[in-house]
């Protein structure tokens, strides 16, 4: 044994203690060391996922930061009628005032934020607003997730004529803007509602998704563990799923932080075009459109959905770099900052 | 060096052999025209055994390991020749019957074990996975299990982890159970290979196909990973398949050799003899031109050229162009194999018994 094999052995997680040695019980061929100089026994403390995701969190500002605003973002929407002051669609005296009060016959009413044009109180239809966006947020990304992730992986895996068909439908969509899209697909399931929202932009955001998705499996499917995984048995299925996708994750929920608020976003903007959701339902955009034509004579009704959407947004992003680098399992450790 | 088996073992014993390859000819369809990787290699394997394949790089070693699993992909295909292991021809089989037979009865460990682990499931998963895969132990492949695991750090207590870490344990991973539940950046390079080698015979296969298994990893762990391929050939009564470029390691760690050179088997022999006697050109310039630690001196005389793509007419011996003692009749006459010893076979017309030398 040499020395430079000892000073190996000391170095700590990466010394090849087996392989210098050949064993766990290795005899040693000079003077035996010194207590403190063996390393049998020497387990490092090995940290599970859910330690990484909270101690990667939270020395992560940002990310805690974006996190607490996406889990106060729920919580509004879970439980909108409790924290609303009023029903988003009683209708107050008072109309079109900046921070006021108003009497009724049940007596005396605040409006922290204001009132609308109608007389609603803007606080609270941006509370229930929250539900709107979260909904269609979260339905119309896992949609396009769900959908787009399958088109990319079949195509980016098994290439050839299939990806051809695939992709050509998908650079087929690419071609129409997101919103156009959506209106056409309104207009052809023949009507308003939450739902038809959400598949419309669902649809539309489909080829985000299955682009990204094959652009990583393609480069995915070369790496010699997938070659290593046929060698032992695995089929074409398990492959994808276990080998490939889970590799593709971190540019995935990039994505889908980065959809959401462009869902949210393409909401307000087909509310605006009177292609979304029905007019008397609260939601953030449709603030913002039904405000925008008094934006002069009274600012709030549509900054504050303005600053809802925003900071929704920035909370969604900031969240999404920090789970990244926590899912990052090939980075190890999250640095602090 | 000492063999373990002795040399009867040649490519003409008639007793059973465990894998036939016979005519294997893997071709390449480019732009540039059709490259012959594979061209016409006759190779049998006997049970028990580890034969070498050596050859320098682009000799088509990898490409006919691949063959041998059926992991031939687009533009590549076997264009002619058979492999049979245990009888049963792997060229002809259905995708799902190769998918049957990989892991449970052939197995490969390849190149580079810092490539070759999925770096996002933990090493004990991807043996139990291999496990569950190849071996009927009712336990469902399962995804939310390893989720699970991963997230509550929950201790697994399934047959195939069970597996896993005796596997580990077998490779001489230092505190397996510990360690199963790492991920692959958490192992250092030799370990990962041993984690590739308790995948690959985790389902105990018949054989072993180790690509380059030692060529990423420094030499006193080359010599690690070489003295557990013997153990572990022996402890799971596994046939080995070594491919290397490394003529060291083939005199450490194989019973017989073949010497490969662009698509073709040029030499056969066993190890000992192979390295007291090189007979055909191109074995004796392999050895020249490396360098020995008990000929320090000696001046290291590199084979003057290098591998042809294949593309396009060849000469009839591939290695005329570069051979020393090619002749006119070289380019014209195919070579065929010539007894230079005992089991000691060589792809060359100038060599084999005078009355036939070119």
Known sequence: ?337 | MSSAHSPSGSADADEESLLDIAGLHTVFHTDRGTVRAVDGVDLSLNSGEIVGLVGESGSGKSVLARSIMGLIDDPGEIADGDVRLNGESLVHAEESRLNELRGGTVSMVFQDPMHSLNPTLSVGEQIAETVRLNQDIGESVSLPAEIKRKILGAAENSEAWRRAIEMLEAVQIPEPAARAGDFPHEFSGGMRQRAMLAIALSCEPDLLIADEPTTALDVTIQAGILDELRALKDAFDTTILLITHNLAVVAEACDRVNVMYAGRIVERAPTDVLFENPSHPYTQGLIASTPRVDHPDADLQPIPGSVPDGIGEQPACKFAKRCPEAKPECYERPPDFRPVGASHEAACLRRGPTEDRL
């Open chain 1, 1 to 337: 044994m040499t020395d430079y094999e000892t000073t190996n052995d000391c170095g700590g997680t990466d010394s090849d203690r087996v392989d210098t040695d050949g064993g766990v019980d290795a005899e040693y061929p000079g003077a035996a060391p010194p207590e403190r100089f063996r390393d049998d026994g020497f387990v490092e403390p090995r940290r599970t996922f859910r330690e990484r995701l909270v101690t990667g969190l939270g020395n992560d500002r940002k990310a805690l930061a974006g996190a607490v605003v996406v889990v106060g973002f729920i919580a509004t929407a879970l439980f909108a009628p409790i924290i609303a002051p009023y029903d988003p669609n009683t209708t107050f005296t008072i109309l079109q005032e900046p921070a006021t009060s108003s009497t009724t016959a049940d007596g005396e009413f605040f409006h922290i934020l204001g009132t609308d044009s109608f007389g609603h109180d803007v606080l609270s239809r941006i509370v229930y607003g929250a539900r709107v966006s979260l909904l269609v947020a979260a339905a119309t990304v896992l949609f396009a997730f769900t959908i787009g992730t399958v088109i990319g992986t079949v195509a980016g895996y098994y290439g050839g004529w299939v990806d051809s068909l695939l992709m050509r439908y998908i650079d087929f969509q690419w071609a129409f803007p997101t919103l156009i899209l959506a209106a056409g697909i309104i207009a052809f399931a023949g009507g308003l509602g939450v739902w038809n929202v959400i598949i419309a932009i669902g649809v539309a955001f489909i080829d985000d998704f299955a682009r990204l998705v094959r652009g990583e499996v393609l480069s995915i499917r070369e790496e010699e563990y997938v070659m290593a995984a046929r060698a032992v048995g695995m089929g074409d299925t398990r492959i994808m799923s276990k080998e490939i996708l889970p590799n593709a994750v971190a540019p995935i929920i990039v994505q889908v932080t980065l959809m959401i608020p462009l869902a949210i976003l393409a909401e307000a903007g087909l509310s605006f075009l009177g292609l979304g959701v029905t007019p008397t339902t609260p939601t953030w955009g449709l603030m913002l459109s039904e405000g925008r034509q008094f934006i002069s004579q009274a600012w709030w009704i549509s900054i504050f959905p303005g600053f809802a959407i925003m900071i929704t947004v920035l909370a969604f992003n900031m969240f999404g770099d920090g789970l990244r680098d926590v899912f990052d399992v090939k980075e190890g450790e999250v640095s602090d900052r």
